[in-house]
């Protein structure tokens, strides 16, 4: 397996939905080729690190002035 | 393939019995999808126009249109991609008043090759995001998906931040699976990318 063949196949690796076969083949390659192993482990970091910080924050006063808009509105039959 | 939540014909999903007590009337049931939903939707919104004040207008267009036309829900998708795709359109149209005569959508800057291959190949620092405070870590994290193309912005948003199915992404923008698939293999490399700038082990002497 080459490294453009690893990498076309990065997201179901991650994402768990290979075949048993096919991820024993890109596990093999991935204990010889250290640039894919460095790859498969920072997109995997990547993605982490996105799910568990929000970039964008929605404060609490802000959250409260839109649910009574929204509501008010939906009383009111929008 | 990815994995799709099956549910039962037995099973409902809990927002249908809110959806349909909000459909006969009950305001209440609805305030409570709000509450449930209302963070994700600014987030969609924000990252779709970058634009603070535009993503709260947004909140409260895709929640009212959705009260609105409640009784046009099937029930065949799930609520929260039903209110994705309102909040997604209501979103790309803001976009379009703000650039007028320029039109928008989800295809915008996606002819780009790079990130495709990956080029900074050095390993990250173990905890990487431990050498930044969080206020840092944020503006990095900000600045960098800021940059990517809107077409690789959102899809990486609705399946890797949200947690949409590749189905279910596919579905609330209107593109195909393999079209989802390759853009968010070249979302999660550009990102890969960009991140390594700042994430990257440093060698010895480097500050």
Redesign the interface.
């Known amino acids: 397996m080459t490294c453009?063949e690893f990498?076309?196949l990065?997201?179901e690796l991650?994402?768990d939905?290979l075949p048993a076969e096919t991820r024993a083949q890109l596990q093999e390659h991935l204990s010889g080729c250290?640039?894919c192993e460095?790859?498969l482990?920072?997109?995997r970091?990547?993605?982490e690190?996105?799910?568990s910080?929000?970039?964008?924050?929605?404060p609490d006063t802000?959250?409260k002035r839109?649910?009574d808009?929204?509501?008010a509105?939906?009383?009111h039959g929008? | 393939?990815?994995?799709i939540q099956q549910i039962g014909e037995n099973e409902q999903h809990p927002d249908v019995a809110l959806v349909n007590s909000a459909r006969a009337g009950d305001?209440q049931a609805?305030?409570t999808l709000?509450?449930k939903y209302?963070?994700q939707i600014?987030?969609i919104a924000?990252?779709i126009t970058q634009n603070?004040e535009d993503?709260?207008d947004i909140?409260?267009d895709a929640?009212?249109k959705a009260?609105?036309k409640l009784d046009q829900f099937q029930g065949n998708s799930k609520f929260y991609t039903w209110l994705v795709r309102i909040a997604v359109n209501e979103s790309l149209m803001r976009l379009r008043k703000r650039r007028t005569g320029k039109m928008v959508s989800i295809d915008d800057d996606i002819e780009t090759e790079e990130g495709s291959?990956?080029r900074d190949?050095?390993?990250?620092s173990p905890n990487?995001?431990q050498n930044y405070s969080q206020a840092e870590?944020?503006e990095i994290?900000?600045k960098t998906?800021q940059g990517l193309p809107q077409g690789f912005r959102i899809v990486?948003v609705l399946r890797?931040?949200d947690g949409l199915s590749t189905e279910e992404t596919a579905e609330t923008l209107g593109l195909s699976v393999p079209a989802v698939?390759s853009r968010?293999?070249r979302a999660?490399?550009q990102?890969?990318e960009r991140?390594?700038r700042y994430?990257r082990k440093k060698k010895a002497g480097e500050k």
């Open positions: 453009t990498i076309a990065l997201d991650i994402d939905s250290e640039h460095v790859t482990s920072t997109t970091k990547t993605i690190i996105y799910r910080h929000e970039v964008y924050d929605l802000i959250r839109l649910h808009a929204i509501i509105r939906c009383k929008c | 393939m990815a994995t305001v609805f305030e709000v509450n209302d963070r600014f987030r924000q990252h603070r993503a709260q909140v409260q929640f009212l009260y609105e291959v990956p190949l050095a390993d990250w990487p995001e870590l944020a994290l900000r998906i990486f890797d931040v698939k968010l293999l999660r490399l990102l890969r991140l390594s994430f």
